[in-house]
């Protein structure tokens, strides 16, 4: 990946607003002068992430990560700072400098980058496709299920020709290879003759976004009566990953947050008929069941979730498996079923949308829903003990485990304790004796994501340490008071390795009269301290008290280094009493710029 000249990533850096950024990947909220949200970089509970639209950075108090624009892309869609600054500068419609415009292959593969001008390009051949006579059975197929052409066209569905090589062909045709097509998850490899085919064939295309609206992987619904695999969707790339990801979330993203609310289905369909109608606050999983990851993605958007899911059962053992998940990650998740054998497409087209809103809103919560399926099951069982037993203890587990994880409380649990023992006709006692026994089974926790590393810096307990850490801390808000200490100290007196590279690079900006924290987040040298910058600029407009700060840590650093000096000459066997005279008498003269020390 080519460099960027600093002109052109400070122009980058200046067209990007870090609250529209991370908006797109998080739901923030405003509190005071800045934005709260919860981070993506760790399992976040609480919203622990606050992002300054005046210093342009976010920081996570909880697990350290932090940055400007640059780092966030850095650190959430794992690139390079070329690949961040490209991207952000694509995003905002800056033109790419002519010697680095063109697409380029780095060691160890295609970037991100080129993958999505891949797969843009990619949609532009189905889309076009769609429309030819050729596409004509996949655009009647689509309209048949209730899709309107202005939808067609809104969610960018093409179609996929019944031909072994037509994609290959027009990405050749744009100068693309096909080892970047099979990268990209849209060619396959012969085994055994060499050379590659299409993946899709004779399939109606739905094309999938990440958050930002780049197209990542693709979604075909075959055409063909014989074909073996109704559905297909792109395979793990560099791009898409189907368990970190979820179809349509980019159009029902600002629902989302709006409503706090997310509903979620199980196919491409069931999304778009009932955002067609104005509910678009749906989304589905792709392919695969819902994850932990799926639960992480949902809860930075969403207060609640609707599990929308086919009333089939497959459909309702779905909704079963994902209510632990979203039990275990304490995210309120409520269940709708659509009945008489329909799927919510289906729903939407024979009932309309205000039915599919009413059963939306009606939806019983998890434990409810999941009580209701197992009283079923408890009469069904009749006079089988060790059924009714079984079909308890679960229900139990299941109560237990939410209470453990924090995703409901004492009152709660002890409620449906009580409904339980009077159903069953047992005493109370008894029944959270069990619960107890159960909850001695579980972990205290859910397993959590890994979080970045704290960010680097001295230990907060070495005061000479510390001392350097105020100085950046102040320099970081208040660019004027760089003049009071840059005569009495500079980047050499600095002891940190990381500290003594932020501090350089604010002595050279300052000196050529740059100093500011934007402009130092968007220098490519100083990225993988992105993190330690937010965190000084942090703390430093948290302590406040800019001079008196200043003035006591520039004395500690320049006693420091004095008290150095003093030990290296007597211990140089060159040294002569006349350079230590020397060395004492500057010592006591009088300094105008050093001012007492504040305690």
Known sequence: MPRFSEQFVQQVAQATDIVDLISQYVALKRKGHEFVGLCPFHDDKRPSMNVSPTKQIFKCFACGAGG?????????DKMSFPEAVRTLAERANIPLPVETGAPSEPVGGLSKNDLLRVTAAAQRFFQS???????????????????SDESIERFGLGFAPDSWDGLIQFARRQAIGETQLVTAGLAVRREQSGGCYDRFRNRLIFPILDPTGGVIGFGGRALAAEERAKYLNSPETPLFDKSANLYALNWARETIVKDEQAVVVEGYLDVLLPHQVG?????ATLGTALTERHVRLLSRYAREVVLLFDSDTAGQAAAERALEIFLAQQVNVRIAAVGEGKDPADFVLARGGDALKALIAEAPDALQYAWTRREEAYRQAGGNLADRRRIVDDFLRLITSSAVYGA??????????????HMLNVPLGDLQAQMRRLARRLPTTPAASPAPAAPAGPHKTEPALLAERHVLEVLLNRYDLFDHCCERVDPQDFADPALRTIATAVWDAAHAGQLRL???????????????LADLATEGERRGNYEQTLDGAVELIVYRRDRQETRELRSDAMSDDEKLRRFHNRLNQPDARRRPKIL
């Open 408 to 421: 409901i409380d004492e009152i709660r649990r002890g409620q449906l304790a009580q409904h339980i023992a």
């Open 518 to 532: 934007d402009e130092l987040l968007a220098c490519e040298p100083l990225a993988p301290l992105g993190s330690l």
């Open 279 to 283: 509910l678009t606050n749906v989304v």
């Open 129 to 147: 496709s769609l429309q030819t006579p050729i596409g004509r059975s996949a655009l009647e197929y689509a309209r048949g299920r209730g899709l």
């Open 68 to 76: 400007g624009v640059f780092q966030f892309l850095i650190l959430y």
